[in-house]
């Protein structure tokens, strides 16, 4: 159970707090739609989140344990958004084993199973892949490294319809097994898929 107490995020260059005493829990093999409009605070929550951001004050949790930001960073893996544009590797193979060269081809294949990408050669450049399927490589990247929640930053932004619709029909399957932390500003697809929502407005998010 990932649990959020009263998480506030307040830079000392802002004059107001960016995050104010956010509280959410999120069981296991949910899946949490965050929504809200562009400078509401969305990134900076899985910044707070995934680790990659201290936290002015607040409790992050995951079962018992109070995590801090280094500890969040092995539990979480976060897809960015537009994660394509972040892509190094020059072939799948690469792309998934950047920063893991332990990883054995074996897991390598059940990473690219679960996203549905098994069918294309190890050697295909990220490049070379649909928009869609990117969106997918993207996730192996972070399943792969076997993270306890998976959060993603507006997955189905740039996306078409059918790609869309694709990627929730994933996403829908993946919460099988993994517990997912969605935002975005545009819920569309991915409102039926959700457990649970949340409205975040500058800053202070509640439960809708
Ligand atoms: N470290 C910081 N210092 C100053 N301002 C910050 C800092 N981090 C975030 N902000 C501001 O906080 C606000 C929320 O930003 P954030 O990127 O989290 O919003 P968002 O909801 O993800 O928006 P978008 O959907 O457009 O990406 C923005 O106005 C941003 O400029």
Known sequence: MLYIKNLSY???ATPTPILSNISLELAPQQLGLVVGPSGSGKSTFLEMVSGLAERTSGEIGWGSQVLEAYELQYLA???FQ???RHFCG????EELRLGHPELTSEQVKRALEEVGLDHLPLSTSPHDLSGGQQRRLALAVQLIRQPNILLLDEP???LDWSMRQQLAKLLAKLK????????THDAGELLPIADQCWQIEQGQIRKV
């Open 176 to 183: 099988q097994h993994w517990t997912l932390l969605v935002v």
């Open 77 to 79: 893996g976060l897809v």
């Open 90 to 93: 020059s072939n799948l193979l």
């Open 10 to 12: 307040h830079p000392p």
């Open 82 to 84: 537009f994660p394509e």
């Open 156 to 158: 189905t932004a740039g």
